[in-house]
């Protein structure tokens, strides 16, 4: 008989009905089924604030991008005919290095004449002075010999430099960010060759609003300015770490269009990761907020600490820094203290409290949080 349709049960299936007082269920996970992989919560990253009833710091971020703190577009002093280059892009050279030279053939002829006509001059100029100091000569002679080796030393001199000038050395240790010009190639003096970066160090170049024109001030140093506002840099590829800075440089009139202050804040290149010009970074500074000039009654935190439910009710997440979670606080506003801070009060809140500031419309209650 042909048994080729017949039903066959499965292996489990035969088990579980030949061993009864074995539980099915149990027999089911022994043959294959996996039990479900446990989900761990992820906190998410916010920034937080610590509430303090006076000289509360108040930080905020200003946008911009990464540049070399210094940078140099090199040139030769005279022209000529480049005849080699001795560097490509993206390399690293110290300072003096030789990057690039004309055929200096011509300039090293004017150079030989110029000695010549120099050595010349100066024995002219010691026979006119012996002769002279034993009256064997005139005062006129004497003075037409010294100047006659003036002339001659200054043509010397520009002839030395202008076959110095044939060179092109590097002005300080770099990198070459940039070639302008194509070998073997007659240039003029003064034509941009190449493009040199230090970017031992680097800078970021912002735009403070004219409400923190405490940066642009003039009575204050910038080592000073730097201890009051405490910059650091973060970049978006990296927004786990963060680079002290100084400020460098501040604006001390305010753009008329935007009522910005550009600020300028280096900082030092970290040697473990590599930083490149043109990345995306921001600057963070801290401003103290003095609760009493304006006398409030609550705590001046910034606008984006506040959210509201559908009630158009306020509310802040007051962080509990044992659990690592965040719960809803309502709170009542007060008067806005500037462009980017605002009074809340609540009777669940005290000094040394911490909140949320960033992501506050993504936080629900009891998630867990980490701070960025």
């Known amino acids: 008989m042909n048994h080729s349709n017949t039903y066959q049960p499965t292996q489990c299936f035969s088990a579980a009905l030949t061993l009864a007082p074995i539980s099915i ?49 090199l040139a030769f002093e005279v022209s000529g005919f480049m005849q080699e280059r001795f560097v490509g892009e993206g390399q690293q050279v110290e300072k003096g290095h030789l990057l690039a030279k004309l055929d200096d053939r011509d300039y090293q002829a004017n150079k030989n004449s110029a000695q010549a006509q120099f050595n010349a001059a100066k024995i002219e100029e010691e026979r006119a002075r012996a002769l002279y100091e034993r009256q064997a000569t005139s005062k006129q002679r004497l003075d037409t010999a010294t100047s006659n080796l003036e002339v001659a030393t200054a043509a010397l001199q520009r002839a030395t430099k202008a076959l110095e000038d044939t060179e092109l050395r590097a002005p300080m240790s770099g990198v070459i960010a940039k070639i302008l010009v194509e070998d073997i190639v007659t240039i003029a003096a003064g034509t941009p060759i190449l493009i040199m970066q230090d970017l031992s160090k680097m800078k970021i170049v912002v735009d403070v609003p004219e409400s923190k024109g405490v940066l642009g001030s003039t009575d204050r140093s910038f080592e000073e300015v730097t201890k009051l506002a405490k910059p650091e840099v973060t970049l978006s590829a990296l927004p786990d770490r963060s680079f002290p800075a100084q400020i460098t440089e501040a604006s001390s009139t305010v753009d008329p269009l935007t009522r910005t202050y550009e600020v300028t804040a280096g900082f030092d ?32 935190v910034p606008l984006s600490a506040v959210a509201g439910d559908s009630s158009k009710n306020a509310y802040v997440w007051k962080v509990d820094t044992d659990k690592g979670t965040v719960n809803r606080v309502p709170v009542n506003t007060g008067g806005t203290l500037s462009a980017e801070l605002i009074e809340i009060m609540s009777e669940e809140l005290k000094s040394g409290d911490r909140i949320a500031i960033s992501g506050v419309h993504h936080l629900e209650e009891n998630s867990l949080v980490s701070e960025l």
């Not at 992820?42 to 937080?48: E, N, Q």
């Open 269 to 300: 290149k970290p040697s473990d990761i590599r930083i490149l010009p043109g990345m995306t970074a921001n600057v963070r500074l801290e401003f103290i907020i003095n609760p009493s000039l304006n006398a409030p009654k609550g705590f001046p």
């Open 25 to 73: 269920g149990l027999l089911l996970f022994g043959c294959g089924k996996k039990p479900e992989a446990e989900t761990i919560p992820i906190a998410r990253p916010i920034k937080m604030l610590e509430l303090r009833d006076e000289n509360m710091p108040i930080f905020f971020e200003f946008p911009g991008e990464t540049q070399p703190f210094s940078q140099a577009v």
